[in-house]
């Protein structure tokens, strides 16, 4: 991680594609399925507004450079560090038109030596050609979202892919050359009983991962899982049931070699971290590529229009895809470090946090001091919201 003021000189980059074959109830994404787009137009689209999206950025990056950054460290050429293609679904899309976007990248940008260049996938969505041809391209690192590998529950969440086919891409993506293969899962769905989490961890340890991240279900505003809920058609999660079963993930997932590194993800050697996510969570750099893409620069925060054909429209027309853009007060800077830094495992320096404080959820044994930081115990990672509120002024 970087020192988490956001004046790293490296940078990351990130990559939305906002298309999905269906929309899961419980996504409030910026995403959208063809029917919705009136067909495949937006899809065609795509590669050629990243691509100039990508230009853009080399050209603002340039321009700051010139005139003189704020952070006196982050003089000089910007180069990439990390790209992470996220969505929706990117492996929707050709996967020549990932590789196009991934290439403007290294020749307008540059990336440096030994970047991590991730694509998320569904597994129903990816080919042993599809992965070799990501992999041939630049791509080191897939993410596949295996959410479940109990029938019932991938119902509920209405996800479409076959559980078995989580197994045979995984095995696609070793083949093709992958360094890293990281699977996400979900826990909490309603009808989802200790035995099925059990069931969906095995199944994922089964495939040897070098990464799993391991999210609660969380019901967000808007979607249709909320309107569920709301109208008692499905049940809410439950927090013991969600303590339960994040203490299960972690007994499972270190017992199998993998370590936490941050409240919900685990890795089986510190190589196999997600650095795009560590840049994230230390408030460094990133420049978002795409519909409703968010990036952040010296302090600077801005997103891009969300509808993908307003957002191609602007950067056809040579205009800034940016809907709106903030500057975050010192206030805000330090909020977000708190929130952030004290989920992962190096923990948060304790001259961020009142001593009383930090005296307090110490003695409540949701943290330790570790030199001069303070880390969550595993008492405390289930209580990891509740901790950072304790610890803000």
């Not at 050359?177 to 099925?196: C, H, R």
């Not at 650095?275 to 795409?290: I, K, P, T």
Request: aromatic share 6%; charged share 25%; with cysteine.
């Amino acid at each position: 991680m970087s020192s988490g003021d956001g004046s790293s000189a490296g940078l990351g980059i990130y990559v939305h594609v906002p298309f999905c074959a269906t929309r899961c109830g419980y996504c409030d994404f910026n995403t959208y399925t063809a029917t919705e787009l009136g067909g495949g137009g937006a899809q065609a689209r795509w590669a050629d507004s990243a691509v100039a999206e990508v230009g853009l950025a080399a050209r603002t990056l340039a321009a700051r450079t010139v005139a003189g950054p704020r952070s006196a460290s982050a003089a000089g050429p910007r180069r990439v560090d990390t790209v992470f293609f996220g969505g929706g679904t990117p492996t929707l899309l050709p996967a020549a038109d990932l590789v196009r976007a991934l290439s403007a990248v290294r020749d307008e940008l540059g990336l440096v030596e030994g970047a991590e260049v991730t694509t998320e996938a569904n597994p129903d969505s990816v080919t042993p050609a599809s992965l070799a041809e990501l992999r041939d391209g630049g791509f080191t690192r897939v993410s596949f979202g295996m959410q479940s590998a109990v029938p019932h529950v991938l119902a509920v969440l209405e996800r479409t892919h076959d559980p078995a086919n989580v197994a045979r891409a995984v095995t696609w993506a070793r083949e093709a050359g992958f360094e890293q293969v990281s699977l996400d899962l979900i826990y909490g769905t309603a009808g989802e009983s200790l035995a099925d989490w059990r069931t969906s961890l095995e199944a994922a340890l089964d495939c040897r991962p070098d990464h799993v991240s391991a999210y609660s279900l969380i019901v967000e505003g808007g979607t249709r899982l909320a309107r569920q809920v709301r109208s008692g058609l499905v049940a809410a999660p439950d927090e013991d049931d969600l303590a339960d079963k994040y203490l299960l993930a972690d007994e499972l997932l270190t017992a199998d070699g993998l370590e936490w590194y941050e409240v919900s993800n685990w890795a089986r050697t510190p190589a196999a971290r997600c650095r795009h996510n560590e840049l994230y969570w230390a408030s460094a750099d990133w420049w978002g590529v795409g519909p409703g893409a968010h990036s952040h620069l010296d302090g600077e925060r801005w997103w891009n229009l969300k509808h993908p054909t307003a957002w191609s429209s602007a950067l056809a027309e040579g205009r800034s895809p940016a809907a709106d853009r903030e500057v975050l007060t010192s206030d805000d800077r330090h909020l977000e470090r708190v929130m952030l830094e004290v989920r992962h495992r190096s923990g948060l320096p304790l001259d961020l946090a009142p001593t009383t404080a930090v005296d307090d959820v110490v003695a409540r044994g949701l943290a330790v001091r570790r030199g001069e930081r303070l880390v969550l115990t595993r008492d405390g990672r289930l209580l990891a919201d509740a901790v950072v509120r304790d610890l803000l002024p």
